[in-house]
């Protein structure tokens, strides 16, 4: 009889914790969503609840019409697309110097550089503002984008993933005589585009979710990405709670799909990255 | 570590400065270079007139420090920012372990399905979920008091009362980061092999028993990482407070880098700004080696 019992409550109890567990975790996202096409003021009236009793979609009209977020929107694409295109370019150049190439003085530098990884952003701001200012950068897309052209971890992840490929591929390759540029361009490209997947969708993500540095360096609200945008929109709209859902879901949704379509290569990439050294 | 077949020819180590040029020059002029400066800077008084002529800047030595460390408000947000991190971390770190054992249990259904479920807050931007969630705790309207209610807790006014609101704020860190540490756990829980289970249950251990002597410790350099990523986040708080609270109420949600913000780019006291974020740093690093070393003492 007992032994009855324990062979379905186990199960039973697993399943159910992650039941609600993955319940709490979706709850604010659902609502999110839901609140966003209600009419104006049902999300604040009580008891909250989650089904609108009508669907509307005007206030995602108000944002594109009359508070212009599509240009927000416009801004983070912009943004977010040129910065994994660069930071995959000379990510993956770096990454395979340090990996493949012998040359003096290799292993300290990389050394040097991890280093590097344990300090924040933050840190360097306030000078690097100072610098773009200098450099006739503040309030521009250029701004934003040359601080993470090239970084520690996407060179670091390259490096990772590159160490795998035979240096006896590379020494023919040169026996051949091909150049090293061509050997970089038609041989370890290709050779490294899992990891360049998954460094991309990494950048994407990470830019388009920014905050602090666009909020710093553009200025002008014509120039604002999404969360900067957003949390403008707080400060005059904080009432207007179904405008403000629209808004969240408008900056959330891209990212949520992009990374539902890739989740496998980011998922490895983030585990493979960390767990190796 | 890696056996070194032969040295590079002349070409290849052409090659390799091209290869890594533009990329390093990338790093160091828009991060190795603003560190170095942004210690020089905080020992000025680099201000509003500075900005305008540099040459207004006067060398100040350790007085921005010094005056950092008798500001009540800087205390605040120092204090404010320790209490985020030791609160946050640790749960952060047991609410991501609960679910990787959970998703990783033998039992589990649906396991990809609740992994990514559990990831996407990670992925989420955290302005657009720090917007949902002061709805979500609205003393009223609520979600969460909504959910308090439902199953006889009192209602609170998490934002609106000081007593609250880092505790808010910790609950919203938890909910957006715990996914990814519980990946990172998963794949350690996948790396512990099943034999060493079997003989645990041949030789009598209960269950508690087995995640006490196999589990945790092979987990130990997943916990690490892990333990370390987090804090080092966790120590950066911005955009939380600074879209939910402005740092209030009473100064009660007040990080060292919303101060560094509100100081640097709000008021140009850069000098003060830079001290601020060097502070941090330095209280990084700090934390940084205690938690290698509780590691170290823990594994012998």
């Known amino acids: 009889m007992r032994r009855g019992v324990k062979r379905w409550a186990a199960p039973l109890g697993v399943n159910a914790l992650l039941v609600l567990g993955a319940a709490l975790t979706m709850a604010p996202l659902v609502w999110m969503v839901s609140a966003s096409v209600m009419p104006t003021g049902e999300a604040s009236s009580f008891p909250p609840g989650f089904i609108p009793s009508r669907i509307t979609f005007e206030h995602y009209r108000d944002l594109f019409q009359r508070l212009s977020l599509g240009r927000a929107f416009g801004s983070s694409l912009l943004l977010a697309s040129s910065v994994t295109f660069c930071s995959v370019i000379l990510n993956s150049m770096a990454g395979y110097a340090f990996a493949k190439l012998r040359f003096p003085g290799r292993d300290r530098l990389f050394r040097v550089l991890l280093l590097g990884m344990v300090i924040p952003v933050q840190i360097a701001m306030l000078p690097l503002f100072l610098l773009m200012r200098s450099l006739g950068l503040v309030n521009t897309y250029l701004g934003v984008i040359l601080p993470s052209a090239a970084g520690i971890f996407g060179i670091f992840l390259v490096r990772q993933f590159a160490r795998s490929i035979p240096d006896e591929l590379l020494d023919a390759a040169r026996v051949d005589g091909a150049s090293e540029w ?73 990212v949520l799909l992009l990374f539902l379509a890739m989740q496998r290569a980011y998922i490895e990439g983030i585990t493979a990255g960390g767990l190796k050294e | 570590m890696r056996v070194e077949t032969r040295r590079g020819t ?202 006490r002597r196999i589990t945790l410790p092979l987990l130990a350099p997943t916990m690490l990482l892990v333990g370390l990523t987090r804090t080092i986040d966790y120590f950066q708080l911005f955009a939380e407070p600074y879209v939910m609270t402005s740092g209030g109420p009473l100064n009660s949600t007040l990080t060292m880098s919303l101060l560094m913000y509100k100081e640097g780019f709000r008021f140009w006291n850069m000098g003060r700004g830079a001290a601020i974020a060097f502070v941090l740093f330095a209280v990084i690093l700090v934390a940084t080696v205690i938690q290698f070393r509780v590691q170290k003492g823990g594994e012998t």
Do not use: C
């Open chain 1, 182 to 254: 061509l050997i970089y361009r038609r041989l370890v490209l290709p050779l490294l585009k899992p990891v360049l997947v998954t460094l991309g969708v990494f950048m994407f993500l990470g830019t388009w979710n920014d905050f602090l540095w666009p909020l710093v360096v553009l200025t002008d609200d014509t120039k604002y990405t999404l969360p900067v945008a957003l949390a403008n929109l707080v400060g005059e709209h904080a009432q207007d709670t179904e405008l403000m859902m629209a808004g969240s879901v408008l900056t959330v949704l891209p």
């Open chain 2, 10 to 211: 002349p070409a290849e180590v052409r090659a390799a400065l091209f290869f890594l040029a533009p990329g390093l020059f990338v790093i160091v002029v828009f991060f190795f270079l603003p560190i170095a400066a942004s210690f020089l800077l905080s020992a000025t008084d680099f201000d509003l007139y500075a900005l305008a002529d540099p040459s207004n800047a006067r060398v100040t030595g350790v007085s921005n420090y010094r005056a950092l460390l008798s500001d009540p408000v800087f205390l605040t947000a120092l204090k404010n920012t320790l209490v985020f991190v030791l609160l946050g971390s640790p749960l952060t770190v047991l609410v991501a372990l609960s679910a990787a054992l959970l998703v990783n249990a033998r039992l589990a259904r649906a396991k990809g399905f609740f992994r990514t479920t559990f990831f996407a807050p990670v992925v989420t931007t955290l302005v657009a979920v720090a917007v949902v969630f002061r709805y979500v705790y609205h003393p009223r309207f609520g979600l969460l008091n909504r959910g308090l209610t439902l199953i006889g807790l009192p209602a609170v006014d998490w934002l609106g009362d000081p007593r609250f609101s880092l505790l808010a704020i910790v609950l919203l860190a938890i909910w957006k980061n715990f996914g990814f540490s519980t990946i990172l756990f998963v794949a350690g829980l996948q790396g512990i092999p099943e034999s060493l289970y079997e003989a645990a249950r041949l030789d009598g251990a209960g269950r508690w028993q087995q995640f």
